[in-house]
């Protein structure tokens, strides 16, 4: 069969838009939107927390002239705009690890604002006991530091991500040494590495059992100390300053309240570092300290940067539970005072207030078993038995031994009563850290130009589903560091305005309402902040399931909904900032990422163990993304959007602002394109070369048959399009057509090997590009041809691959399907490496899509066994991940072996799946529905209709931009505008590269 398929793969990618579907597209869960007048209460369309600063976002009227942003300014405050400004070259978030380790670094390069909203050492880091993990020993190498850290993560990790992170850790280590950081030593002089669970190997350096204050110490030293860094301790960072250059949005800094002057600061600055930290605090119970609110992931959220993987929280399984101790803490504690881990690696026994110990029931390493399985365990017994914490018993041990291994914790029990060489330690699980955060790509890039992020609120891939212990101070290090010479290449190529400060509204500070009604709002808040927790403990804890996430997401809607109607019957207007209302909307925002997270993954991996999906699928091991909301822009278009978004969306999509000044500062200028690929791509090669598809393909958009396996655009068009270069001719075409900006020299089901469904595989496509080479150079200046000098830099796209996989499933066995990849690969990187003689250096290719969510794949499938939740094909799905993980590895190895190339692997398997399991909530017909377009020389008897599952489908269709399907085999002009939407910007990208920017990363 003839059957040329979608490729591309990677990601599951959940849409953050489970609140919309809940209540019917009324609310929009904390997303960015540009400046809004609101007419009447805003509560009728729109709330506070997830609109209120839209005003951030630059209007039109503020074009930057080109003069004024070339000013170079060094450090400066300016009272203009009725408050204060600052200047800096880059702007640092967050001093934790790695806010104040990339502030070093950068100060070398310009002037440094680092902000921070409480005391300067008040973070996460101050709290880190264990230590950092770093292969440093002899015995131990990357390899298995790696190894230790993909099976933690539960196989959710990104290989590449973590090779780095293991790679360079040990540097990072020798740094901050060097920095003057004091580390323990053993007796031979040498650090002393310890070992911890899940670790093979010793690797963890620390300092007693103080590791991270050790580290803030040092660092802190070294920042007071650096007179291109200035410090605002107390500025709590409200949102980021947004603009937009073209289809990018680009962040010129941060709002902040000075919570000791209750003054609006504003932070312009050439390039900003966002290093928030976690959201411990969506939780009543968490060891994280009172700043970590979420702010940062919310922040990025607001302005439209891509999230991922925020189902992910770790949860510590033994935390003291004050209220089990005998005189209880006079203040409630802001964070929870951790149990250590290793209380049970010396023989702590857990026991149920029944004093029956229950472990071993859970598992055979009963309390040496993993933190996830013992924190699941004792959640276990608590809800069992209505009890609010267990019992953790170690008096058994002698009396000097668990004094010398727990002075800390023996101390502070002892202050309250408790005597843990004679009595066991209540305890309780306790948030602990995220996993997820904002999307990062190799140098803490994010798909927001001139806005990095570094450590607990990143999400790089590192971690997966799980964190191996003290992973995380490691990655904070590690890309702290990389993500310095992106920022300093940006820096160079923007400029700060001293005009633009004038340009987004200023937030104020309530000073109108008057104390008692401050005080009651803050009390009110106070409440609600309780009550968010509670939820989120209750529903979305460390055991879930979906009723319980729909309760959470519906419970916190109803919350917030409640709160913000509260604050605005009080007088609050909009543009009112106070740090209880901001910390709320924020962790409003942390905890509806989660949920909307947890929603999406129907399995249970890693930390997100749901009871009903309790096993692992292979299917889903991607991760959930939670796109931009301005992803949704070019949708409007397509009338996707209606009764699912609502029109709340569609309003803040039409009001988006365009600064145009800096366009094409940054992108790339791609003269021509030249695609290889399938009849995903083909833009009519098949036709010009076997006959013309015959009706209905391609008539509904160019309204003759244009020989496309759909009813419209490809994404290869949408591809184009964003590049700003005419739609691609196909090669085989040739007569009359324009081949200036290069030419297409995909067909219809083509693969890469010989002996597939097409004679015109890679190879052939690739001579045919070699030829139209030496031709065009013959006959230069043509008009319609482009110029030599234009080979070297087009950009190269691929979208081949899945007939491979098909037309192996229909003459072998699965066996020998997945037998064939690697040599399919290899052919497929012959076939780069010749582009690459001929000059080729930016390649952009997309992965295989889910080859068994199509509905001919469904159709012919006759094993109902081998569905999975979406009723797509599950061997077929898993071969073709096969094909994207190994089609992965070879782009890196081949990045090494050309040194002058630029490769960006594009996850386009996510986002068709993604569009295929949530399509009827995105406003198309059920995803098994097809067309009856025909493909060329097959058809699916539409006459007859398909039955699948006691379902009809194949109806002819009235109305094609509802459908994903055009024939059962290829995606309709609706669907490749979905997923163009979601690839071309970066969303997917591995380092999170738009299309515009894939000359980058040589
Ligand atoms: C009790 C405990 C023990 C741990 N033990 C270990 C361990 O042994 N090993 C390990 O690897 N990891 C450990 N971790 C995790 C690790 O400490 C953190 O993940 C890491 O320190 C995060 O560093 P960071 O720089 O990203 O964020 P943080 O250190 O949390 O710093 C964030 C900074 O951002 C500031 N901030 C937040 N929001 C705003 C805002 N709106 N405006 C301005 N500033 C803001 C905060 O005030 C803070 O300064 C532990 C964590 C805890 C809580």
């Known amino acids: 069969m003839a059957a040329s398929v979608a490729t591309g793969s990677s990601n599951l990618h959940s849409g953050f838009n489970t609140s919309r579907r809940l209540q019917g597209g009324r609310q929009l869960a904390c997303t960015n939107s540009p400046a809004l007048s609101f007419n009447g209460w805003l509560h009728k369309d729109l709330s506070w927390s997830q609109v209120a600063f839209k005003v951030l976002e630059m209007p039109k009227k503020c074009n930057l002239s080109q003069s004024a942003v070339t000013r170079r300014l060094s450090v400066s405050s300016c009272i203009g705009d009725g408050g204060s400004t600052k200047y800096f070259d880059f702007a640092v978030i967050g001093s934790g690890v790695a806010g ?170 050439r390039v900003t570092l966002l290093a928030s930290g976690g959201a411990g605090h969506i939780y009543p119970c968490t060891t994280n300290p009172l700043v970590a609110t979420g702010d940062g992931m919310a922040m990025a959220h607001r302005a439209q940067a891509v999230i991922s993987n925020m189902e992910f929280v770790q949860f510590h399984p033994t935390a003291l539970a004050d209220e089990g101790l005998p005189i209880k803490p006079k203040k409630a504690r802001e964070n929870a005072f951790l149990i250590s881990e290793a209380v049970r690696g010396d023989g702590g026994i857990l026991y149920n207030l029944s004093m029956e110990r229950f472990m071993p029931k859970y598992d055979e390493r009963a309390e040496l078993a993993p933190r996830d399985v013992v924190a699941r365990a004792i959640d276990d017994q608590l809800k069992k038995h209505n009890d609010t914490y267990v019992l953790l018993d170690i008096s058994h041990t002698p009396r000097e031994k668990i004094l010398s291994h727990f002075p800390n914790i023996a101390a502070e029990c002892l202050q309250h009563g408790l005597d843990i060489t004679r009595q066991p330690i209540p305890v309780v699980p306790a948030a602990h850290y995220m996993c997820g955060g904002v999307r990062a790509g190799l140098e803490g890039e994010t798909n927001v130009r001139g806005l990095y992020v570094a450590g607990e609120v990143a999400c790089t891939g590192l971690h997966g589903a799980n964190r191996l212990a003290s992973n995380s101070l490691l990655e904070a290090l590690v890309f702290a560091r990389r993500a310095v010479q992106p920022s300093i290449d940006h820096k160079k190529s923007s400029s700060l305005d001293l005009s633009a400060s004038s340009c987004w509204a200023r937030p104020v500070v309530p000073n109108a309402l008057g104390t008692d009604t401050m005080d009651t709002i803050l009390g009110k808040t106070e409440e609600v902040r309780r009550e968010l927790q509670s939820i989120m403990w209750r529903y979305v804890g460390i055991v879930r399931s979906t009723t319980m996430l729909k309760t959470a997401l519906e419970r916190v809607d109803e919350l917030e909904t409640q709160w913000e109607k509260f604050l605005f019957e009080q007088g609050w207007k909009q543009t009112m900032v106070a740090l209880e209302a901001c910390e709320m909307r924020n962790l409003f925002c942390s905890a509806k990422l989660v949920v909307g997270s947890a929603m999406a993954r129907q399995e249970s991996r890693g930390l997100h163990y749901t009871i009903d999906f309790p096993h692992v699928q292979e299917s889903m091991r991607l991760p959930t993304v939670i796109f931009p909301s301005a992803a949704v822009n070019e949708m409007d278009s397509m009338k996707l959007l209606v009764g699912v978004f609502g029109t709340l969306v569609l309003k803040m999509v039409t009001d988006v602002t365009l600064v145009g000044s800096h366009a094409d500062v940054r992108n790339c200028k791609f003269p021509a394109m030249y695609n290889f690929g399938d009849s995903n791509s083909d833009t009519g090669g098949i036709s010009a070369a076997l006959g013309e598809i015959p009706p209905p393909n391609g008539e509904t958009f160019f309204g003759h048959p244009s020989g496309r396996s759909c009813d419209g655009r490809l994404i290869i068009d949408f591809i184009a399009e964003r590049l700003k270069l005419p739609y691609l001719s196909a090669y085989l075409d040739s007569v009359g057509t324009d081949f200036r900006h290069g030419a297409n020299f995909a067909t219809g089901g083509s693969s890469i090997r010989p002996g597939g469904y097409s004679p015109f595989h890679l190879g052939v496509q690739i001579s045919q590009f070699k030829q139209f080479k030496a031709r065009t150079n013959r006959l ?154 025909s493909y060329y020389g097959y058809h699916i008897d539409c006459g007859k209709k398909a039955v699948v599952n006691g379902t009809v489908y194949g109806n002819p269709c009235t109305d094609p931009s509802r459908h994903v399907s055009w024939d059962g085999v290829h995606y309709s002009e609706a669907a490749n505008l979905w997923v163009a939407n979601r690839i071309l910007n970066g969303s997917l990208s591995r380092r999170a590269v738009s299309v515009q920017e894939a000359c980058k990363h040589i």
């Open 780 to 933: 230069r200046n043509q008009r319609h041809l482009p110029r030599e000098v234009e080979f070297s830099k087009a950009l190269y796209t691929f979208e081949i691959g899945q007939n491979d996989l098909a037309y192996g499933f229909q003459h072998s066995s699965e066996e020998d399907v997945w037998k064939s990849i690697p040599d399919i690969l290899n052919q497929f990187a012959e076939a780069v490496k010749q582009l690459y003689k001929e000059g080729a250096k930016f390649f952009w290719v997309h992965n295989t899509g889910p080859l068994g969510c199509l509905p001919y794949s469904v159709i012919y499938n006759s094993d109902p066994n081998n569905l999975d939740g979406n009723g797509c094909v599950k061997s077929r799905n898993n071969a073709a991940q096969e094909f994207n993980r190994q089609l992965e590895r070879k782009l890196s190895q081949l990045k090494e072996q050309l040194p002058r190339s630029s490769f960006t692997y594009v996850d386009v398997y996510s986002a068709k799946y993604r569009l295929i399991s949530t399509a009827e909530n995105q406003g198309f017909v059920h995803p098994m529905e097809f067309c009856c377009g």
């Open 100 to 269: 104040l380790r990339y502030a070093l670094e950068v100060a070398k390069h310009g002037t440094v604002a680092v902000i921070t909203k409480a005391e300067l050492h008040e973070s996460n880091t101050n709290y880190a006991q264990g230590g950092v993990s770093a292969v440093l020993c002899p015995k131990d190498s990357v390899e298995s530091h790696m190894q230790d850290t993909i099976v933690a993560g539960a196989y959710l990790c990104d290989e590449e991500t973590v090779r780095v992170v293991c790679t360079e850790g040990p540097e990072r280590i020798r740094e901050l040494i060097a920095m003057g950081a004091m580390f323990d030593h053993g007796e031979d002089g040498n650090l002393h590495l310890a070992r911890e669970g899940g670790h093979s190997h010793r690797r963890i350096v620390h300092a007693a059992d103080m590791t991270g204050r050790e580290i803030e110490r040092a660092l802190l030293q070294a920042v007071i100390n650096d007179p291109n860094i200035s410090v605002f301790q107390h500025h709590f960072a409200i949102d980021l300053l947004t603009s937009q250059d073209g289809p990018d949005t680009v962040c010129r800094g941060v709002d902040t309240l000075n919570t000791e002057t209750q003054e609006v600061v504003r932070f312009l600055s």
